[in-house]
């Protein structure tokens, strides 16, 4: 707790025996005079706590294993890797006929679906395989479906 004294200046009080007073009960002390308050005030007020920065993570028990995380990004790649196959498959034929449109492939069963659309062509991939990882790809020259 802090105590925060308020003095007029023309007014000299009993100082040394208030804050002899107050040393021993521990509190600190800050004083502060004054033209404008024709009498003494002592304010007390709490004192704030800086609050501590956070270190480390939000949930620590809730930990993923690099072996893990290693598994899940071989996992992802494989997948890449299997719908990047059937996607240079079917480039060439359909380069010509469907330019800058975006194909969704499910690589299980090498369905895919075209559309104009982005999300029209992963729509058609969801309702076909609705609980099923897709991968899309734009129908160009590098396969890419966005932009930057």
């Known amino acids: 707790m802090?105590?925060?004294?308020?003095l007029?200046?023309?007014?000299?009080f009993n100082l040394p025996k208030i804050k002899k007073i107050l040393l021993t009960s521990n509190i600190k002390i800050t004083i502060i005079y004054t033209v404008y308050n024709i009498k003494a005030k002592i304010i007390m007020t709490e004192s704030a706590q800086k609050p501590r920065a956070r270190r480390g993570r939000i949930f620590p028990d809730i930990q993923i294993p690099k072996e893990e995380l290693a598994r899940r990004e071989a996992e992802a790649e494989a997948f890449s890797?299997?719908?990047?196959?059937i996607f240079q498959k079917l480039l060439p034929e359909l380069i010509e006929q469907y330019y800058g449109w975006y194909i969704a492939?499910?690589?299980?069963?090498?369905?895919y679906f075209i559309d104009k659309d982005k999300e029209t062509?992963?729509?058609?991939?969801?309702?076909?395989?609705?609980?099923v990882i897709h991968h899309m790809f734009g129908i160009n020259e590098t396969g890419v479906s966005g932009t930057i």
């Open 2 to 6: 802090i105590i925060i004294i308020i």
């Open 8 to 12: 007029e200046v023309r007014k000299i």
């Open 81 to 85: 890797e299997r719908c990047e196959i």
């Open 121 to 131: 062509a992963s729509l058609k991939a969801r309702q076909k395989h609705p609980n």
């Open 105 to 111: 492939i499910e690589p299980d069963s090498g369905d």
